[in-house]
C-alpha cells in the first residue's frame, strides 16, 4: 500500500466531484458524453487510482500508520 | 493554556455542562432541520408531497431558521464558551447570567418554532411562512418576531459573558496579550453586535408593532436593507467559529502548530471591520438602491476575499507543518501523512476543500453584473450549502468528535462510523450543491414548491432535467443519511460509560507567537471603532435615501425628514468623535 485504508477512502471520495465536474467541462468542449459513459470513466479513474494505491510503494517507504 | 491537566470536564465541569447543553440543542435542531431539508427536496422534485404546496414554506422557514440559526449558533456559542474559558484557564463569572442567556435563546427558538408550526395544526391561526429573511409585506405571527428577538438578545448577552471574563482576566494579568482564541470570540462578539442591531431595530421597531397590529405599514424596503445590514455579518458570525477550529484545532490534530499568530490575528481584525458594510451586495437586484452604494458594498466584498485567502494559506500551511513531524515528505508526499483515519481532521479539511468551492461561486454571486444571471436561482442555494451547510456544518460535526469526549469524559462510540459519516456528507454535498448551481444557471428558481411549469421546459446546457433532480435525490439522501449517522454517534457515545486515559483540553501552539503581533492588533477598541465608522459610511446614506423616498413606515406615512436630519446629524458627530479617537 502506498497511502493508508482511510487515506485512500478520502482520496476516492475527492474523486467525485471531480468526476461530476469533468462531465461539464468535457461537454462544454464540444463531447457529448452520457450519465453511462461518466460513470464508466469515472469507475475507470477510481480503479486506476485503487491500483495505485495497493501497489508496493517502489521507494520502499511505509505509509504513516494512521 | 491549562495549568491543570485533564478533559474539560476535569478542568471546568460547570462550564462543560454550558457547553454540552447548547451543543444538545444544535443538534436537535439539526435533526429537525434535516428532515425538513429531505423533505423539501422530495417536494420539489415532485417525488414526494406530505403537504400541500402552500405548506411548503412553513417547512422551508424551518429549516432555514432551525440550521442557520439554531443549529449553527446554539454550537457555536458552545465554542467561543470552552474556547474564552481553555485559554483564560479561568470559569466564567456568574454561572446563573450564563444559564439565563442559553434560556432566552432557547426560549426564542421555542416560541418561533411554535409560530412556524402553528400553521400545521387545523383551527390555530397561527403562521410564519416568511422564511427566514421574514421579508414585508410577508407577515409571521408575533411569536415569530419575539422569538427571534430573544434569540438574539441572548446572544449578545453571552458575548458579554465572554467580554466579562475577559475583563477580569485582564485586571489579573494587566501586561499579557490576549490569549487567540479568545481574541477570536471578541472580535467576532463586537462585529456581531454592531450589526445584529441592524435586525434588532428592524424587528423591535417595526415587524413586531406591524404583526402586532400598533401600526399599519412598514417601509419594506427599510427592513430589507436592515436585515441585509445584518444578512451578510452572519454568515461570518457562522464562520468565525469554524476558523477559530481550524486555526486551533487542525494544526494541532495534524500533529503540527499553527503557523502565525500574528496572521491570524490580522484576519479576525480584517473580518471585524469589513463583515457589516458589505449586506447590499444582497440588494444588487433591489430598486431603490442606487448603484453607486451598490458598487461601495461590492467593493468591500472583494477586500474580504483577503482574509479568507489568509486563512487558506495559514491553514494549509500549519496542516504541512504537521504533517511533515510525523514524517511526511516531499512537495506533495506529505498530504499522506496525515491523519486521514481520524474524523475531525479529515471532517474539517474536507470543509476547508469545499469552502474553497464557495469561494469561487461566492465571488459570481459578489459581482453585481453577474450577479444579476444567478440572482434568486438555486444556484445560490447550492453556494450557501457549500458555506454554512458545509464549511461550517461539517466543520462543526467534525469537531464534535473531539469536542463529546472532552465534555462528557466518554470515548467516541465510533471513530470510523464518524469518518463515514463526514465522508458521505462531502459526497452527497457534492451531488447537491452541484445541481442546484447547474439548475440555477438554466433559471430555475429558488424557494418554489413546484418548480415545473406547464409548455415550458428548461433548456439544460448538459444532461437533462431529470438527470438534475436525480442528483439532488441522491445528494439530499445521502446529507440525510450522514446526518442520522452523526446523530446515532452522538447519542451512542453520550449514553455510555466514563473513560479514562482521554486526551487533554488544549489548542495548538504557535509557531510565530502573539510576541512577534505588534500590540495595536489587540486594541479592540480601535477596531470596533474602525467598523463603526465604515459602517456609517456605507449606510447613513443609503438609509438616509431610503427614508426620504419611501417614508419610515412605507409609502403615504410621513417622510419624516425631521427624523432624517436628526440622523444624518447624529452620524456625523458619530464619525466625528470615532474619528477624535482615533487621532
Ligand atoms: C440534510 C441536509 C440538507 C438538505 C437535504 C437540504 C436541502 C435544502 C433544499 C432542497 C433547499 C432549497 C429549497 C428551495 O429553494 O425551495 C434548502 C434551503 C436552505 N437550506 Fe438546506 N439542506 C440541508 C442542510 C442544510 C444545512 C446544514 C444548512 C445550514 C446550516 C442549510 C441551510 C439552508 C438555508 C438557509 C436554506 C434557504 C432557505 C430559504 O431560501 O429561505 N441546509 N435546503
Ligand atoms: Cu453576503
Known amino acids: 500500500m502506498r497511502v493508508s485504508r482511510a487515506g485512500l477512502l478520502v482520496a476516492i471520495v475527492i474523486m467525485v466531484p471531480i468526476i461530476v465536474e469533468l462531465r461539464t467541462v468535457v461537454v462544454h468542449l464540444g463531447f457529448d458524453v452520457s450519465l453511462a459513459e461518466t460513470a464508466l470513466f469515472g469507475a475507470m479513474m477510481i480503479g486506476a487510482l485503487v491500483l495505485w494505491a495497493m501497489a508496493p510503494d517502489i521507494r520502499g517507504r511505509e505509509p504513516n500508520g494512521e | ?583
Open chain 2, 1 to 583: 493554556m491549562s495549568t491543570e491537566s485533564g478533559t474539560f470536564l476535569d478542568q471546568f465541569p460547570a462550564e462543560a455542562k454550558v457547553v454540552r447543553t447548547a451543543f444538545y440543542s444544535s443538534f436537535v435542531a439539526l435533526f429537525v432541520g434535516a428532515l425538513m431539508g429531505i423533505l423539501q427536496v422530495l417536494h420539489r422534485t415532485d417525488v414526494l408531497r406530505i403537504v400541500d404546496s402552500a405548506d411548503y414554506y412553513s417547512l422551508l422557514t424551518l429549516h432555514a431558521v432551525l440550521l442557520v440559526l439554531s443549529f449553527s449558533v446554539f454550537f457555536l456559542v458552545g465554542i467561543f464558551t470552552w474556547a474564552v474559558t481553555t485559554s483564560l484557564d479561568r470559569g466564567l463569572q456568574d454561572l446563573r447570567y450564563t444559564w439565563a442567556w442559553y434560556g432566552l435563546m432557547a426560549l426564542g427558538t421555542l416560541l418561533a418554532g411554535i409560530a412556524v408550526l402553528g400553521a400545521f395544526i387545523p383551527g390555530l391561526d397561527m403562521s410564519a411562512a416568511v422564511l427566514y429573511t421574514f421579508y414585508a409585506p410577508l407577515q409571521a405571527h408575533p411569536f415569530y418576531y419575539l422569538g427571534l428577538a430573544l434569540f438574539i438578545v441572548g446572544t449578545w448577552l453571552a458575548g458579554l459573558d465572554w467580554f466579562r471574563s475577559w475583563w477580569a482576566w485582564k485586571k489579573d494579568n494587566p501586561d499579557e496579550r490576549i490569549p487567540l482564541p479568545t481574541f477570536m470570540a471578541l472580535t467576532t462578539t463586537l462585529f456581531w453586535i454592531l450589526s445584529s442591531a441592524g435586525v434588532a431595530v428592524s424587528v423591535l421597531a417595526f415587524l413586531l408593532p406591524w404583526s402586532l397590529g400598533i401600526i399599519d405599514q412598514v417601509n419594506a424596503l427599510l427592513t430589507r436593507t436592515l436585515f441585509w445590514y445584518f444578512g451578510h455579518a452572519v454568515v461570518y458570525f457562522w464562520l468565525m467559529p469554524a476558523y477559530l477550529l481550524w486555526y486551533t484545532m487542525l494544526p494541532k490534530i495534524s500533529g503540527g502548530k499553527l503557523f502565525s499568530d500574528p496572521l491570524a490575528r490580522v484576519v479576525f481584525v480584517l473580518f471585524l471591520i469589513l463583515s457589516t458594510p458589505t449586506g447590499i451586495h444582497h440588494q444588487y437586484l433591489d430598486p431603490g438602491i442606487a448603484e453607486g452604494f451598490k458598487f461601495i458594498a461590492m467593493v468591500n466584498t472583494m477586500f474580504l476575499l483577503l482574509p479568507s485567502l489568509l486563512t487558506a494559506f495559514t491553514v494549509v500551511a500549519s496542516m504541512e507543518h504537521g504533517a511533515r513531524q510525523r514524517g511526511g515528505s516531499g512537495l506533495f508526499g506529505w498530504l499522506r501523512a496525515l491523519p486521514w483515519r481520524d474524523p475531525v481532521f479529515t471532517g474539517m479539511a474536507l470543509a476547508g476543500l469545499m469552502f474553497a468551492a464557495a469561494g469561487f461561486s461566492g465571488m459570481i454571486n459578489a459581482g453585481m453584473n453577474i450577479n444579476y444571471l444567478v440572482h434568486n436561482t438555486w444556484w445560490v442555494v447550492g453556494h450557501f450549502h457549500l458555506t454554512v451547510g458545509t464549511a461550517v456544518a461539517l466543520t462543526f460535526m467534525a469537531a464534535t468528535y473531539w469536542f463529546l469526549p472532552q465534555l462528557t469524559g466518554k470515548a467516541i462510540w465510533s471513530k470510523s462510523l464518524g469518518l463515514v459519516q463526514v465522508l458521505v456528507w462531502f459526497v452527497g454535498m457534492t451531488f447537491m450543491s452541484n445541481s442546484m448551481h447547474r439548475q440555477g444557471l438554466i433559471g430555475v428558481p429558488r424557494r418554489t414548491a413546484e418548480p415545473q411549469y406547464s409548455g415550458f421546459d428548461y433548456e439544460v446546457a448538459v444532461g437533462s432535467m431529470a438527470e438534475l433532480n436525480m442528483q439532488v435525490i441522491i445528494g439530499g439522501t445521502l446529507l440525510f443519511i450522514s446526518t442520522l449517522l452523526f446523530l446515532t454517534v452522538v447519542v451512542m457515545t453520550v449514553i455510555g460509560d466514563k473513560v479514562d486515559g482521554l486526551p487533554d483540553n488544549g489548542y495548538a501552539d504557535t509557531l510565530s507567537g502573539p510576541e512577534d503581533a505588534p500590540l495595536v492588533l489587540d486594541n479592540l477598541k480601535l477596531w470596533a471603532g474602525i467598523a463603526a465608522l465604515l459602517v456609517i459610511l456605507a449606510y447613513s446614506l443609503p438609509l438616509a435615501a431610503i427614508i426620504t423616498r419611501g417614508g419610515i413606515l412605507g409609502p403615504g406615512g410621513s417622510p419624516s425628514p425631521q427624523f432624517v436630519d436628526t440622523l444624518l446629524f447624529v452620524g456625523r458627530v458619530a464619525a466625528d468623535t470615532v474619528g477624535g479617537v482615533i487621532a
